[in-house]
């Protein structure tokens, strides 16, 4: 039997490897997201974006790190590839949401509307749109700050 002073330093690292390539992968964490598993999905998505940080990569990453409730990697993410693919009207709503989620609700607003002016024809671009618009409507009219927590009077 082989003692672990004799495996290599590049077998070391493969211990724990997931089997196959960022292609395999990229397939195992879209079935992960699709079935509700989006921390698993996270980390497949992480090793091939280090191997592979195409659009198509960190529109999937985003999207796990949202529906984990990690409202702030999942920002960083879509940032990424909002200055990757401007042009890319699901990364402006995704960005947007996320956002919306840490109630920085004008930059939501922003790249929601992009969303919305790339593909007017999604109703849930134009329903995400409506419902931050309102929301910072209302904080004017209470006169509270345009994003952030509200500040309880107990």
């Known amino acids: 039997m082989e003692s672990f002073d004799a495996v290599d330093a590049a077998d070391a690292d ?3 490897s997931p089997s196959g390539g960022p292609y395999e992968w990229f397939q195992r964490a879209q079935d992960m997201l699709s079935t509700g598993n989006a921390e698993a999905a996270i980390i497949l998505l992480e090793r091939v974006r280090r191997s592979e ?3 198509s990569v960190l529109e999937t990453l985003g999207r ?3 529906d984990a409730r990690r409202y702030d990697d999942a920002i960083e993410v879509l940032t990424e590839l909002v200055e990757r693919a401007p042009d890319e009207d699901y990364a402006h709503y995704a960005l947007g949401m996320a956002l919306w989620r840490r109630q ?5 607003r922003d790249h929601l509307s992009m969303a919305f002016v790339m593909r007017p024809d ?3 671009y134009a329903q995400a749109l409506t419902q931050v618009k ?5 904080r004017a009219e209470a006169g509270l700050a345009p994003e952030g927590p509200i500040e309880a009077d107990f």
């Open 14 to 16: 493969d211990v724990g």
């Open 53 to 55: 940080p195409s659009p």
């Open 64 to 66: 796990a790190l949202f």
């Open 104 to 108: 920085m609700f004008p930059t939501a």
């Open 122 to 124: 999604r109703p849930e």
């Open 134 to 138: 309102a929301t910072l409507r209302a």
